[in-house]
């Protein structure tokens, strides 16, 4: 088995006017998605899933749909950043510094091309790198006993929590309050209910699903309730679109720089496209000659975040798949969707479904493709998107949402539970505790739990056995130091500011 | 103070959640760790994060006014409204209904929220209705007969 033979089954997959239209489609959706401010990859994902599985894909063709909205979310979420300074998703908020500024001295469309660009290089060669790094640390995934599983799952909530997030103790908590709610419903190993409170509805665990629409989509609602979608009047001016040859030329090496930095930065579970493109700003930053121009719209300072989340993108689905650990919000609902269509992420994956792996890296290829056309020669479309009034928009995704998860489960209490959740999403927002680890927390925590015991099981109760391999203390010491970092570089990670 | 309040309530939930784990019956075939002990864990460095909190509160959030609040207080009993009525009413009604309620709530616009939420109630009825090929119900069922 060779790459180029795997290629060709992919492609094969790719290629059916079937898959090839879902993939477009979830181009220019995604692309919609991530322009809107307040909508981004996680939550349009999220929205989107439900409908999947009543429009009645097959497991490749929901993850092709579903990677080319996350794909174009990212690519769209520049958009908003640049446009009205406002970043259409997380990630895209290091693109508001440069981007905006630039906007402002009258060169939005150069900023835009530039970022699209910015946006393919990055998306392109980390899916090359998906490419060819998956498959082997598939097979270094193999050597993984339940010890090694739980270190990694240690290590997935201890990044999240250490470098991508302000405050290590609301991130933990949120952990906590996911892998609570995953301990909810039958034990597995010994078929008996916990914290149920005798609730019927309980007994099977809460869907996570309905956890995640209503943490992702349902508090977005909330939350513009509370702003009443204030201003999002496009502030700069859009002229005609033409291609900034000079500038794309001039800042190829960033490009390059910046991808290597958020594909390792994506890598990392937990860590995600925010670190990638906050590092690629960063590191841009520091390493020029003058940087007197970063934060008054220096074309490098569009380039390097916006090749840095893009790459980020693309490398956060490297253990998504192999390892079954999402390393960015978006992944962690690209595993509930895999984990509802009853595929299991992991190395064995890559030898049982090569047509969902090989089929989803070769859409992806061509979704890069299709996004470059929709991103630079058509972007001014997109750009209308943005004046789609909030008061139209968020009731749409409140009932898309609603619709969604009752056409999945076809239950009123999910409903209220999804309305709780929603609830929570907003709450835990105000007080600044990330969401995504509890989604994660949700998701991996009967995994979590079950490679304890089995380890518990298989070293007979003892404890050091989670310590007894090369492959997890390597890991264990990543986590420490994943949730410490953030302690001793804290004065050097100051996020900057635009100087306009 | 928001951060020490909600410290407390942590700390008391996990409490709460560690004791109920205790609670938990250990069969009589287990593994050695049993359904107990990953809860409890859970439970400890709940109550850790908590006494964080409490000690080391973060800035106040800005919390909106009591208007807003009840804004968002309707908003949640409109899609309670809404869970509870999507069968009996049928789905262009209480769909058309909760759009509105959404749509003005944002905006306070009534006959663009009107508007917003009957195209929707309409248009995504004929989308999963014909499209999707969900089987909902248009209309309260007693008039579909």
Redesign the interface.
């Known amino acids: 088995m060779d790459i180029f033979a795997n290629l060709a089954i992919g492609f094969d997959v790719a290629l059916s006017p079937f898959t090839l239209a879902l993939a477009v489609a979830g181009c220019i959706l995604g692309t919609m998605i991530g322009s809107l401010p307040g909508l981004g990859p996680s939550n349009g994902v999220a929205i989107l899933i439900p409908l999947t599985f009543s429009f009645g894909l097959d497991a490749t063709q929901a993850l092709v749909l579903m990677t080319s909205v996350y794909y174009g979310a990212m690519y769209g979420g520049r958009i908003s950043s640049i446009l009205l300074n406002i970043p259409g998703d997380e990630p895209a908020m290091m693109t508001c510094l440069d981007g905006y500024p630039m906007a402002k001295a009258g060169r939005a469309g150069d900023a835009l091309v530039l970022s699209g660009v910015a946006s393919f290089v990055g998306a392109l060669l980390a899916t090359v790198g998906l490419m060819l790094l998956a498959p082997l640390l598939a097979s270094v995934a193999y050597q993984f006993g339940p010890a090694e599983y739980f270190a990694l799952y240690m290590l997935a909530f201890a990044t999240l929590g250490g470098i991508g997030s302000n405050n290590q103790a609301k991130a933990a908590l949120a952990v906590c309050i996911g892998l609570g709610i995953a301990t909810i419903g039958v034990d597995a190993s010994t078929g008996m209910t916990r914290f149920t409170g005798d609730n019927m509805h309980l007994f099977d665990g809460i869907d996570f699903l309905v956890a995640i629409v209503g943490l992702f989509a349902v508090s977005e609602v909330l939350v513009f309730i509370e702003s009443h979608g204030k201003d999002s009047a496009i502030g700069v001016k859009l002229e005609k679109v033409r291609i900034p040859w000079g500038d794309i030329v001039r800042t190829k090496w960033t490009m390059l720089k910046a991808t290597a930095i958020g594909f390792i930065a994506g890598l990392l579970p937990g860590a995600g496209a925010s670190l990638g493109s906050f590092l690629a700003y960063m590191q841009e930053k520091s390493s020029v000659r003058d940087n007197s121009q970063f934060g008054k719209g220096d074309p490098r300072g569009i380039a390097a975040p916006e090749a840095g989340n893009n790459a980020a993108a693309g490398g956060a689905l490297v253990p998504m798949l192999t390892l079954g650990v999402p390393g960015s919000g978006t992944t962690a609902v690209l595993l509930a969707l895999l984990m509802t269509l009853n595929i299991t992420p992991g190395p064995t994956l890559f030898n049982d479904r090569p047509e969902v792996v090989w089929g989803l890296i070769a859409s992806l290829l061509i979704a890069n493709v299709v996004l470059l056309v929709l991103n630079v020669p058509m972007v001014k479309m997109f750009s209308r998107v943005l004046q789609v009034s909030p008061a139209i928009l968020l009731p749409g995704v409140t009932l898309v949402a609603f619709v969604g998860i009752y056409s999945l489960t076809g239950s009123y209490f999910d409903l209220l539970l999804m309305i709780g959740f929603g609830v929570l999403g907003y709450l835990l927002r105000k007080m600044d505790i990330p969401s995504v680890p509890v989604i994660l927390g949700i998701l991996l925590g009967g995994h979590m739990e079950v490679n304890l015991r089995r380890a518990m099981v298989l070293s007979d109760g003892d404890w050091t056995y989670l310590f007894s391999s090369g492959i997890s203390v390597g890991l264990w010491i990543a986590a420490v130091l994943g949730f410490l970092a953030p302690f001793i570089l804290r004065g050097k990670l100051k996020p900057p500011t635009q100087s306009s | 103070m928001?951060?020490r309040i909600?410290g407390l309530i942590?700390v008391v939930l996990?409490l709460a959640?560690f004791a109920?784990?205790t609670q938990?019956?250990e069969?009589f075939f287990?593994?050695?760790?049993?359904?107990k002990a990953?809860?409890m864990m859970?439970?400890s460095?709940?109550v850790?994060?908590?006494l964080?909190?409490i000690m080391?509160p973060?800035q106040e959030?800005?919390?909106?006014g009591l208007t807003?609040f009840m804004?968002?207080g309707i908003?949640?009993v409109a899609?309670?409204f809404?869970?509870?009525t999507?069968?009996p009413l049928g789905f262009l009604v209480s769909?058309a209904i909760?759009?509105?309620a959404?749509?003005?709530?944002?905006?306070a616009?009534a006959k663009?929220?009107v508007v917003?939420?009957v195209i929707?109630?309409g248009g995504?009825f004929l989308i999963?209705k014909f499209i999707?090929?969900?089987s909902?119900f248009a209309l309260p069922r007693w008039l579909m007969g």
């Not at chain 2, 959404?102 to 905006?107: F, G, P, R």
Request: glycine fraction near 8%; aromatic fraction near 14%.
């Open positions: 928001t951060d909600t942590v996990a959640y109920s784990a938990l019956q069969p287990s593994d050695p760790l049993g359904p990953f809860p859970i439970a460095v709940a850790i994060c908590g964080v909190m080391k973060d959030p800005e919390w909106p807003t804004h968002i908003a949640v899609l309670v809404y869970a509870y999507l069968k769909t909760a759009g509105t959404v749509s003005y709530l944002i905006e616009r663009n929220a917003t939420g929707f109630s995504l999963f999707f090929g969900l909902l």
